[in-house]
């Protein structure tokens, strides 16, 4: 008797942040999914802790970004240091860690194991789907039609559950419709795959430590780049009093396959101290400690077959000096996440999930060229580097680093549609998420941030920019509009659409019940959801955040947005444009 | 063989919202101490779901805001419907339901058994402190001295575990140092006691209901007050889409012992659906429903023989016009709590209890007052009650209503210095609740509410307003205060004072390190907490608060504010005024 054989929708290799992120939209979804990992037990140390804004917005729309903020070290402000004119070690400048209004999130620090934690605590409130850990792979075949669950269930994974024997009773052959292998830098999917990664590795060596420092050195809770005569020192400010180092290791080389032959925990003490000088540096705790030599590197394809996806650092490696690696490992997945389970939920056509790589893979090229660039910046010795430069340095990055910039209208892409009329609405960027301002909850006069209605759930979010509808001819329209959606295929499909209403005439002007029943009564118009129609007015304490002015939306005609699941903007048109809309919607989603 | 005896320190009859307060500093201090409700279950549904900011700031300061904000219906705005000059119901005015800028909380309604969840939960994750019920309380005693353990456990209350038998082995002789009787308006231990309630029953009766309604009258989602020809109307929104209305029944009246005689569901809904013509009103799920006749009464006394104290309900009923019931009873408890578990503790001498009843009394006779002022002014039937009314009535009230502005300073109190410096922080009430503002962190530039410092652990907050510390002169005078608070009794009593700067001086003036240590390193300077320091600056992207104006506190010399557990302000002085703080030190803690 051979190995069991079981069959999934989806099956997920590798339970770190990429892993978990792709989870996260299968439990949402309601996917027949399981989640693999190699390692007995969670990463608790070390490893990824930087978290931008953009991931901040994620984590909120999982509804897990209060738990993050409470526990993460918040980073607003980066000090520069540099020798001064005696050659002291002095404050040279301090600048903002992040710009400001790019997004209602702080940008923020907290270990990769606690970030897993709360990741694994949402899923697991919402659905079935557990880690499955200490579980070794064994092999993966893509069936060609060679029988007949190849044409459903065309990829062959044999696993192996550890702690067992090697017999069979162990072992398992999962056959799945879809493989998404998060299994980091060395992945055993990719090389199965045989994929190659492409680039360089970069001369450096960095040593990075977490630890409770007790130091004289008074920026020792904030972000700090210190550039030293003995070699530069970069200070990240961690959850539970905790610090991280890195520390420019020169003149230390890794030995073959990356083992820490030279450098120990001495050694990158050692420098650290050298660099803070003349700043006292105890170690009260330590951590985590690592060596790593940067590698740059991509990968040829993101995919094959169209049914086994890479996520992560398994298609990208670069250093950790711009604190992006793990954001844009769950960004990959957020993105691909939505998209594999709508195909699998018979929503969406199989040909969108080319639109992962299409979409994801300038991010991925845009990031090794920031991170070679920020490399060679901070590798750079002592007092040449000018503040200016740094202030320079991050400005041009910025958008790229905060994560909300990114974009995939100019690029192409199935899911957001090119011939949308842009210019009524020029705040908000097609194929960018869309940014979130607070609207007046027009039944109870809350204010509410736009965001949380487009909460991570799965459904497409159609947004009506009402307009005026003081004026007879605007609520005509608007009940046109409401007329064409309701026989829109995305407002069929149950489950996959939801509206949002924001008016810019105020609460005042017309009842709620003076509006279409469809935009606060479903589609039956005999519910009530009092928190889907509000307006662009004044809170009663008169803050107003004019969403009309900051989206550059007319206010007398509004217009119509529409947000995929992953808040990403995929269609911007015009009250009456419902059928560039329908044409959208039919090329992406299935006949129902 | 006769019941068991017991001891405890403090015993709590009742676990309604007040006592559920107590039980919270019961449980912070890490009292041995009980809590007992004779019910067997926690109330699910109906009575109380007012919370005003005050309260919320409580919740915040205990940790269940957010919880509590997640799921409650948040109130803005109130509006007033009367009959128009065409004879027809219609919108006269909308007004804030809170004043601006006295709370960064709102208020909002939730129902009392939810509170007492949060309360219970919030509770259970800190100590062993478990609410028992289903327990029958049969008497109570006043010990004077008639035994040796009277000296110390002069009350002695016998109670049964309901569900066995009457036999002793359910019976069990609880002896208390301290009982708080927090068990309603029907007080079981106030008729132990022996006290009566003063006071008047006034004529009108009122049905209450709690219902999700499907209605096309547009407000059901906020506060209205209708004033039709049919009666009086009470909108209240409530958390889950339920609303509550109050409904005045004119021509019914309640039998003997307040039975429900005459009014039943159908009474209620029928006079709620005349008073709403022409709109519709149907129910869809019933919650709960009741009826009642205001008594508006306030106790002789509110403790006896200096060991048991009555709280909320127990001490002052009133109608629930005024969304007042659960607040002024919880905070209650919140003053006397911390006072006993001082005492208790052997931080505070005895004498300190006394100002429970100076504190509160005055509380409760303008919550009596209000009361009767409102009560009358809805009696008053249709639309004679004019719109501005309304407004001036609301903002006769409002600073009493918030419950943020309410103080003993003008009554007296041993727990507030009368003769404090009360011009050196002309923005800051003595008596009164410290208001929040935000700082800076002076370690990591983060914006930080002042009030999560003053969170409610039991200790006494020394809040330093440091001035400009980039004059030598200030420094000097800081590092001198600094001497002086070390060999106060505040910070000599482990765990009883806890230490807040804030300083004028923008934190690039002065490295962290330039401070005195005490500030920042403990006692011995040795530790490092670097969430205690802060600035009154701009944020990084320019935000400034001023919090030195709104204070009212001069930014070159500063000053010094002492907050009690309860946040509220026991002392203003000078910087050098250390001695002045002993002296008030000396009259409330006990020598260690």
């Not at 339970?15 to 390692?39: M, N, Q, T």
């Not at 526990?71 to 600048?95: F, K, V």
């Not at 298609?315 to 604190?323: F, L, N």
Request: charged fraction near 25%.
């Amino acid at each position: 008797m051979g190995p069991q054989t079981s069959y999934v929708d989806l099956l997920i290799i590798g339970a770190g942040p990429a892993g978990l992120v792709a989870a996260y939209w299968a439990s949402e979804y309601g996917l027949d999914a399981r989640v693999i990992d190699d390692k007995p037990d969670r990463v608790t140390k070390g490893h990824a802790d930087g978290i931008t804004c953009r991931t901040m917005e994620m984590f909120d729309s999982f509804g897990i970004a209060g738990h993050v903020y409470e526990e993460a070290a918040l980073d607003y402000q980066i000090r520069y240091w540099r020798l001064n004119a005696e050659g002291r070690l002095d404050r040279a400048q301090s600048i903002n860690s992040q710009a400001a209004g790019v997004s209602r999130f702080q940008q923020c620090l907290l270990s990769q194991g606690r970030i897993e934690e709360l990741l694994e605590d949402r899923i697991s409130r919402k659905g079935r789907l557990r880690v499955e850990r200490d579980v070794e792979t064994l092999g993966l075949t893509l069936h060609k039609r060679d029988d007949a669950s190849a044409e459903t269930h065309p990829v062959q994974v044999t696993v192996r559950q550890r702690g067992g024997g090697m017999g069979d009773e162990n072992v398992e052959i999962v056959r799945a419709k879809y493989v998404i292998g998060a299994d980091g830098a060395h992945s055993w999917t990719r090389r199965q795959l045989g994929l190659a990664m492409r680039g360089e590795q970069a001369p450096h060596v960095w040593g990075v430590i977490d630890l409770v420092a007790v130091t004289d050195f008074p920026d020792i809770r904030q972000t700090c780049v210190v550039c030293s005569e003995h070699g530069n020192l970069h200070v990240v400010p961690r959850e539970r009093g905790m610090v991280r180092l890195y520390v420019q290791l020169d003149g230390v080389s890794l030995g073959a396959a990356g083992l820490r032959s030279e450098a120990t925990l001495e050694t990158i003490l050692a420098a650290a101290r050298k660099a803070l000088h003349p700043f006292s540096l105890e170690c009260a705790r330590l951590d985590w400690w690592s060596v790593y030599q940067v590698g740059q590197r991509i990968a040829d394809r993101f995919s094959v077959g169209g049914c086994v996806f890479l996520v992560g650092d398994a298609i990208h490696t670069h250093s950790p000096k711009v604190g992006q690696g793990m954001n844009v490992s769950m960004q990959d997945s957020y993105n691909l996440g939505w998209k594999v389970s709508g195909v699998l939920k018979r929503q969406l056509q199989p040909h969108v999930l080319e639109t992962y790589e299409t979409e994801r893979r300038p991010v991925a090229e845009s990031l090794i060229a920031v991170d070679q660039e920020t490399v060679a910046f901070y590798a750079a010795r002592g007092d040449h580097v000018a503040t200016r430069d740094l202030q320079c340095f991050r400005e041009r990055h910025y958008a790229f680093l905060s994560g909300v910039a990114i974009q995939w209208y100019d690029k192409g892409s199935a899911l957001v549609y090119a011939p949308s009329a842009i210019e009524l609405a020029t705040g908000i960027h097609l194929g960018r998420r869309m940014p979130s301002y607070r609207v007046i909850n027009y039944a109870d006069a809350r204010p509410t941030e736009l965001a949380r209605k487009l909460a991570s759930d799965g459904r497409w979010a159609v947004i009506l920019f009402a307009g005026d509808l003081r004026k007879a001819v605007q609520l005509r329209r608007l009940e046109e509009t409401c007329a064409a959606l309701v026989r829109s295929r995305l407002l069929r499909a149950p489950g996959s659409g939801k509206l949002v209403t924001i008016t810019a005439s105020p609460r005042d002007g017309l009842p709620l019940t003076g509006l279409p029943p469809l935009l606060y009564g479903g589609e039956n118009g005999q519910d009530r959801d009092y928190d889907a129609v509000f307006s662009d007015e004044p809170d009663v304490y008169g803050a107003f955040t004019d969403v009309y002015a900051k989206c550059g939306v007319d206010g007398e005609k509004g217009c119509l947005v529409v947000c995929r699941p992953d808040q990403h903007v995929g269609f911007i048109g015009s009250l009456d444009d419902v059928p560039s809309l329908n044409t959208f919607f039919t090329g992406i989603f299935r006949d129902s």
